[in-house]
């Protein structure tokens, strides 16, 4: 009799795959096959120290990582699911809800450095769409004594990216300063920001890369292909620059899994 199968007869009922899944999609903070970078740049950009979230690790499957910022990084933790359990550390839990509800009581965890991460936020799927540089602040904190039931994540709609950048022209290849606003799948660019309108809307789902360019003879600028055209903007700082090209590559990959 394998290990499985000897801890089914012992103790809990043998559970369908689809029953596990059901109850992963339940946990309002697991983001499925979202990648270790993707994860990063979201916790760092929308998150904040606490903030925390469980996907799916490329070590196999059943295997799970628990990712955690803890000031200006994030550390990731392994979880595992053998027969139905969750096996944590030096712990195993018979479900997911025993799993949360232990977070709850006991949210710290030892880093690399030896110092203690606290889970303190959740952070929901359901603002996951999020630009990985937009604020978001997630309000609901873990305290001692909560259950499964009291973790419910929340978040206010995301602000979305905005700010100026200098746009060259199309035909007349003067470069002109614009307000550019980022919503969903929509980049929007103004006059200036003061301005209700925009000059033109480009439709992400139609660009097909965003990258730097290091042909104009400015610097910290990128470019937007689309069929017809490409689009030259420049940032104001190259942090800036990564920013806007981050953020609008992750929107590219959303838009290539159908999201």
Known sequence: ??????????????????????????????????????????????????SFLLRNSQRGPDCYALSVRAKDSVKHFHVRRICGRYSFGFNE?????????????????????????????????????????????????????RRHSDLVSTAPALGTKEGYLVKQGAIFKTWKERWFTLNRNELKYFKDKMFAEPIRTLDLTACTAVQFDYSQERVNCFCLVFPERTFYLCAKTGVEADEWIKILRWKLSQVKKGK
């Open 1 to 50: 009799m394998n290990t499985c199968s000897q801890r089914m007869s012992v103790g809990s009922s043998t559970r369908s795959d689809g029953e596990l899944m059901d109850e992963l999609e339940s946990v309002s903070w697991y983001h499925y096959d979202l990648t270790r970078h993707a994860t990063e740049a979201l916790l760092l950009s929308n998150g904040i120290d606490g």
């Open 93 to 145: 839990f018979q479900s997911l809800l025993e799993f949360t509800g232990h977070m709850a009581n006991q949210p710290l965890l030892g880093s690399e450095s030896g110092n203690l991460i606290v889970l303190k936020h959740p952070y929901p799927r359901e603002v996951e769409e999020p630009s990985i540089y937009e604020s978001v602040c997630v309000h609901t904190a873990m305290q001692s004594g």
